[in-house]
């Protein structure tokens, strides 16, 4: 055992109707499916008493981690904003009192890559945590090989020595394959295995470099398969993986986006093998901690003083076998509100898993752009802010604010307010007007969102609401 357990205060109507029916009479089995269990009948899971972290253990070396872990994709910057989103200097003093209070509150695995805020992630994460003691802490961060220019066996363990100088740390306790799946099985041939790159890491695991190996996953599932395989034939035993999870994802993440895999296929894989999950993507990019006013009003109804991210916040964590629950806290308020969650995490009753079952379905049945604001479609060569524009007309309808019928008392109202919102939150010059189609942004969408077609939509749909009466 590392570390101590610690207490602190702290569309088509038949469409839907299936997905309806699919939602109601397959929920009452997902929780059970995830196996809910607590330390009482012997999962490894640690509720925690009240005002702790919620702990878990993983099997493989004894760690005891947070179930809360803190992603550092999102680092604040000088300018107040996220450093995945600007240029501008990280806010070190800022990442500082983060850390520290995360530490305080009991959260001890921090996530990292050197892709992460345009390359500044580690050597932050690393000037932070190392003001600490370094068994009070788990570091994992990623092989981000993604450029072929990076695949070569030189380059590749150039990228995880220099992990190791800027974490200012002689050994990654979490080190992941990144984003495996990621342009199919070639690509990961050629990331990890014509360069012995993963024999190299098996080799840095075996002398204590590494603690743990593991992976995480994006896109062709065959790629997945095949490192379970590995695990199966004892080529390569991971000791964890990474996979996205959350209420919408965990059935219907092929609704979405049908190069993408249903979360339940993933976590059921990996918790019949016992290799430990790490959740990434717990409110899917942002998206559901700002679900629908009618969502919303449901959840406040059944636990007014619960914000709603801490429904999906607990979803992710309830599965036995997940260690910990990742989310890029930019903010002193979002790590507070998540440390309220897991201190400690209360697991979902099976009435509550229904109602999320039937929460994702209606989610489903908007007609929001499933972007989580990864960004990895930018910079788009025409200037187009493509997130922005996504975020503009997601926000428009969760608030169910979205103008579309004339005779509606509240359409001009709505009309000015989507115009007047549009201009404001996304620069003429960079809204989906400017978009030609180019389709560079396509194959770099993990959703596999069709994003000129998207863009068109949006513009078209802009462009009829002005030349529309206002009254």
């Known amino acids: 055992m590392i570390m101590e357990k610690q207490t602190h205060t702290t569309p088509d109507r038949g469409r839907r109707r299936f997905l309806r029916n699919l939602g109601i009479f397959s929920a009452a089995g997902a929780l059970v499916s995830c196996g809910v269990r607590t330390e009482a009948d012997g999962s490894g899971n640690d509720n925690g008493a009240p005002g702790s972290m919620t702990m878990r253990r993983n099997p493989s070396t004894g760690d005891e981690v947070s179930i809360l872990g803190y992603g550092c994709m999102r680092l604040p910057t000088v300018s107040g904003g996220s450093a995945r989103d600007r240029a501008d200097a990280i806010d070190q003093e800022m990442v500082n009192r983060l850390i520290d209070r995360a530490l305080e509150a009991g959260v001890n695995y921090f996530d990292t890559s050197p892709a992460y805020c345009k390359g500044k992630s580690e050597e932050a994460v690393g000037k932070a945590l190392s003001r600490h003691p370094r068994d009070s802490y788990f570091i ?35 080190l992941l394959l990144h984003g495996i799946g990621m342009g199919g099985m070639e690509a990961f041939e050629g990331r990890y295995i014509t360069n012995g790159i993963l024999d190299y890491l ?41 996979i996205q999870l959350n209420y919408l994802d965990w059935r219907h993440a092929k609704e979405i986006n049908p190069r993408n895999t249903d979360a339940e296929y993933l976590y059921g894989e990996l918790h019949r093998r016992g290799i430990p999950a790490v959740i ?35 979803y992710a964590g309830t599965p036995e076998g997940v260690l910990t629950v990742l989310s890029g806290m930019t903010y002193m308020e979002h790590l507070e509100d998540n440390l309220r969650t897991c201190s400690p995490l209360e697991p979902l009753t099976a009435d509550e898993d229904a109602f999320l079952q039937r929460t994702a379905v209606e989610i489903l049945e908007n007609d929001t752009v499933p972007c989580t604001n990864c960004k990895y479609c930018m910079p788009c060569p025409y200037g187009v802010d493509i997130p922005a524009v996504f975020a503009h007309y997601n926000l428009c309808i969760n608030e169910d604010n979205l103008p579309r019928d004339t005779s509606d008392p509240r359409y001009a109202e709505a009309r000015r ?14 809204q989906a007007a400017r978009c030609v189609a180019c389709g560079a942004c396509v194959s770099h969408c993990p959703q596999g969102i069709a994003i000129p077609a998207v863009l068109r939509k949006i513009d078209k749909y802009t462009d009829n609401l002005k030349s529309t009466p206002k009254a």
Do not use: C
């Open 417 to 430: 307010a989507y115009l007047y919102g549009y201009d404001k939150a996304v620069p003429r010059l960079r």
């Open 140 to 174: 994992a961060t990623k092989l981000s090989n993604f450029a072929e220019s990076t695949w070569s066996r030189s380059s590749s363990i150039e990228m995880f020595e220099n992990s190791l100088k800027y974490l200012k740390t002689d050994y990654i306790d979490y």
């Open 280 to 314: 990434m993507e717990p409110l899917l990019g942002g998206r559901l901690a700002s679900a629908s006013q009618p969502i919303a009003r449901k959840m406040k109804e059944r636990r007014p003083d619960d914000s709603v991210a801490s429904w999906a916040f607990r």
């Open 202 to 242: 098996v080799e840095q695991r075996d002398n204590g470099r590494i603690r743990n190996l593991g992976f995480s996953y994006h896109g062709d599932v065959a790629v997945f398969d095949r490192l379970l395989e590995m695990h199966d034939r004892g080529e390569v035993k991971w000791n964890f993986a990474q």
